[in-house]
């Protein structure tokens, strides 16, 4: 029989244990071991039979064993301190109070609110898919451990994402548990008590939005701490939403692109909604800046307009001076160059949910549309796209690795015509990996042992600390670590095997499956065509003598989900599967379904080698190769995302890839015999090089090197922090100098409109130039006249700039370097001359140009009006 409804019922604890429950209402459990080992200490088996749930550990504990605990001392004492830990990590000054401190004068915001269509934070909360999330995930926790104020935006789908088996034929299975969300470590979110108007205690705060096709749609608000830092899951499950809308959050990145556009209208408009019930309900501060992490979340820019546009308590402002207000406070990240990842819907249906009245009266659904219109060269005018919209409604973006930020210049030039692909204005701050999550804690406890400060801002010094691990201890770390691997791999091949149908008897092989001494290879990601999940495969029989030489053997640990609409992907992971069944090399190479963080954590510590080899440049950033570096593996990788940027030589491998060779097939072998070579002639010798005490000397040396170069760089807290001085901040400035009574933002739109309509008066008319003679020598200073009409506009308006530097053979200039004129005389007819004197800093071809740009304090890149006159 089933039940046609459930919950969960929270556990009642002796006073003396109060504490336990707080613990396991705050996530920092997650990255923090001591608390772990808290929760293991209730009941060590039920702890991993639940699966490291302390929600629900605290439900199957019998009560009898709470009354035990609850008399013993020592564990309440413990209970005690850890509980003190939480308390002082909450609420201590940390990173980001320091620095305000030391830096008055930078406008560090008040709050800031960062939109994810999916946050990976525990296995427990499974709200993820891949990387996307996971990075969301430890953009919070960083962003926690920092002390920056920021406050997360998401949904909470019933189903979260599936879960992954495997057929007797190897297909990918996928199933959806439903999530109780009762037995989530969340809690949803209350209006104050109308009669004592203490918060919290209500009813259920909810937030609604106009749909067109029937009644409003009501969602309410879930909370999860992650450590500092809040997390707002909005949930349609509500009582009076009809049951098409009940469905809205059902699964992350299911149904067709209707049931998309609702979520994201909800995470959008909805996502905005739920951050004022919870600053008026808690008193939070309001955010700042706005913050969205891909396309998705792009309506919340939408909602802020018609905020500021219908206003009842504030001033009401016209269109483009609100949307210049949105703007100056927006930031969006751009995560994928692959054209199939970005967010498109189609025009007619966006018009349908924003026509007459809509989600958001006042913003007219003809602007709306044409911020998301492809009207450029090769664009689809039958397409409306997130992206498109997240660039025009941020006035600062940026891509996640500086190789991506490059190709996604060039992807989006469109945009922004007239300007040469390195004058777009799309910057990049390359990703990072939250380490108490990733890192495992006997790596991080060998460091601290020589004395690195796990709580120190220094880390430099933190990850130097290995220079003083002596190698023996370093490698003994490091094959504990593998075995844990072989061990759970083990575990998890013979679950799978069960599945699969096979008999326990059958599978006797399994306990000599892998081997804790053998040089282990780790590839585990989404089964997307560009990542290339089956290049290993490319010629077997190679594969077949690395995995089994008699001397140097290696062992390959695989995962990997396809997205369940994608049978290419599921085909991918098939061959893998059939290859690593074959009875011959099975004990050499496995493939573990169901890739997630429970998965991901103890697989990057036990690999030694962390092998990428996606289609360059596909991959924006990547990130597991981070991990595995902290961990103490060496990156063998195509040099794409963060790898093309912090590879040097010393601290991994760089697979040869075959850039432009268009015959993909060729190519994949080209680049797989590359992989092949690598592992046979470099990889391999020098893990099995070893010294009279069986340490691999030169494979040691290089681990510490790898931590010292890449340690500091790879941190999610250098990420947040780097977001926080870049974009944050920055923007912050912007949207007060605006937001003070919207005089600034009411300039700013008029100034635009005046620069837009006076455009076509501003020409060029002439340059001269004086100083150099007929045989210019280097040094020679160059003086440089140019007369320019402006028509309408003043000098003031504009810059006019001195483009110089290397030509090449077609007489286009390579990485030029900008210097202003400045304005020295006014002519009648609205024309000036403006001057500037150059030196000739280099010999060999040499070429300059003149042009003029829109010219603001407000401005970020003097591409955001798309206008430029050049001579
Ligand atoms: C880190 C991680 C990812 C993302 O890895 P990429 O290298 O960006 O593909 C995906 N899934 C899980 C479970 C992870 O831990």
């Known amino acids: 029989m089933r039940a046609i409804r459930r919950f969960t019922v929270r556990p009642l604890l002796p006073p003396a244990l109060a504490p336990i429950g707080e613990l396991a209402a705050n996530l920092r459990w997650s990255w923090h071991p001591e608390t772990q080992d808290v929760f293991a200490a209730v009941d060590p088996d039920l702890w991993a039979a639940s699966g490291r749930d302390p929600v629900r550990l605290l439900g199957e504990v019998p009560a009898g064993r709470w009354d035990e605990l609850a008399a013993d001392e020592g564990f309440v004492r413990r209970l005690g301190e850890v509980r003190a830990d939480l308390e002082s990590y909450l609420t201590a000054p940390r990173w980001y109070q320091r620095a305000s401190e030391r830096q008055p004068d930078v406008a560090w915001p008040r709050q800031i609110a960062y939109f994810s269509p999916e946050f990976g934070i525990t296995a427990v909360l499974p709200q993820y898919s891949g990387g996307l999330g996971i990075l969301a995930g430890d953009h919070l926790k960083a962003a926690s451990d920092l002390g920056v104020p920021i406050l997360g935006v998401g949904l909470l789908y019933r189903h979260g994402y599936f879960k992954q088996s495997l057929s007797r034929e190897g297909w990918q299975q996928e199933t959806y548990p439903v999530l109780d969300p009762d037995g989530l470590p969340i809690s949803l979110l209350h209006e104050p008590d109308p009669s004592t108007g203490s918060g919290g205690t209500g009813k259920r705060a909810t937030i609604s939005i106009a749909m067109p096709d029937g009644p409003d749609l009501l969602a309410r608000i879930w909370v999860a701490s992650v450590g500092r830092v809040p997390l707002l899951m909005l949930d349609t499950d509500v009582e009076g939403n009809p049951d098409h809308y009940v469905d809205i959050t059902d699964r992350l990145y299911g149904g067709n692109s209707e049931h998309r556009l609702r979520q994201e209208l909800l995470l959008g408009i909805g996502g905005v909604r739920a951050i004022r019930t919870y600053c008026r309900i808690t008193g939070a501060p309001e955010p700042e800046v706005f913050h969205t992490n891909e396309g998705h979340a792009g309506f919340l820019g939408i909602e802020r307009i018609r905020e500021l546009t219908v206003a009842e308590d504030g001033p009401r402002l016209d269109l483009e001076t609100a949307i210049e207000v949105g703007r100056a406070s927006t930031v969006f990240t751009t995560h994928t160059p692959v054209p199939a990842g970005i ?234 599967v059939r290859l690593s069944d074959d009875p011959e090399i099975r004990h050499r190479i496995v493939f573990l379904p169901n890739y997630d963080i429970a998965m991901a954590q103890p697989l990057y510590p036990g690999c030694d080698v962390w092998l990428n080899n996606p289609l360059r440049p596909y991959e924006a950033c990547g ?249």
């Open 343 to 576: 967010d498109r819907f189609p025009r007619t249906m966006v018009e349908q949910y924003f026509a007459d009245a809509g989600p958001t009266p006042g913003v007219p659904v003809e602007r709306i549309l044409a911020l998301g219109a492809e009207d450029y060269e090769g664009g689809d005018p039958g397409v409306f796209n997130m992206a498109v919209m997240g660039f025009r409604l941020a006035q600062r973006a940026n891509g996640v690795s500086q190789l991506h930020g490059h190709v996604s210049r060039g992807m989006f030039n469109g945009l922004w015509p007239a300007f040469d692909e390195a004058e777009v204005p799309i910057g990049s701050i390359t990703n990072g990996v939250h380490a108490p999550t990733w890192v495992a804690r006997e790596v991080l406890a060998v460091a601290a042992s020589y004395g690195a400060d796990p709580e120190s801002d220094d880390t430099e010094g933190f990850w130097a600390a290995v220079d003083k691990v002596p190698a023996g201890e370093l490698w003994g770390t490091k094959r504990m670590l593998r075995s844990r691997l072989v061990d759970e791999a083990r575990r998890r091949l013979a679950r799978s095997w069960e599945k699969r149908g096979s008999a326990r008897a059958e599978l006797g092989w399994i306990d000599s499956a892998l081997d804790p001494d053998v040089l282990t290879i780790g590839f585990a990601r989404r089964a997307a065509s560009y990542k290339r999940l089956t290049l290993m495969m490319r010629d077997p029989e190679r594969l077949k003598r690395l995995l089994l030489h008699p001397e140097r053997p290696v062992q390959l640990v695989i995962a990997g989900k396809a997205h369940p609409a994608d049978d290419g992907g599921k085909k991918l992971i098939q061959d893998i």
């Open 623 to 871: 990130t597991s190769g981070m991990k595995a570096a902290l961990n103490g593996g060496l990156n063998l990788s195509v040099l794409d995302g963060w790898w093309d940027e912090w590879f040097d030589g010393d601290n991994g491998w760089a697979i040869p890839t075959a850039d432009g060779v268009d015959d993909v097939d060729h190519r994949d072998d080209l680049e797989a015999a590359a992989l092949y070579d690598l592992i046979e002639h470099e990889v391999a010798p020098r893990f099995y090089d070893l010294d009279h005490d069986g340490i691999p000397v030169r494979w040691v040396e290089m681990l510490r090197h790898t931590w010292k170069s890449l340690g500091p760089k790879v941190l999610a807290t250098r990420m947040v922090s780097d977001y926080v001085r870049q974009l944050y901040a920055p923007a912050a400035t912007n949207a007060r100098a605006l937001n003070s009574d919207y005089a600034g933002a009411r300039e700013l739109a008029q100034w635009k409109a005046r620069v837009r309509a006076g455009w076509s008066g501003v020409r060029v008319e002439h340059v001269e130039t004086h100083g150099v003679g007929d045989e210019p020598l280097v040094g020679s200073p160059m003086t440089v006249r140019s007369y320019v009409a402006l028509g309408e506009l003043s000098p003031d308006d504009v810059e006019v700039q001195l483009v110089s530097g290397r030509v090449n053979a077609e007489d286009v200039l390579v990485d030029p370097v900008t210097t202003v004129l400045q304005p020295t005389e006014s002519y009648d007819g609205g024309r000036h001359r403006f001057d500037a004197e150059v030196g000739l800093a280099r010999s060999g071809p040499f070429g300059y140009t003149v042009r003029v740009v829109p010219s603001n304090p407000l401005l970020v890149a003097p591409a955001e009006l798309g206008v430029v006159t050049v001579a």
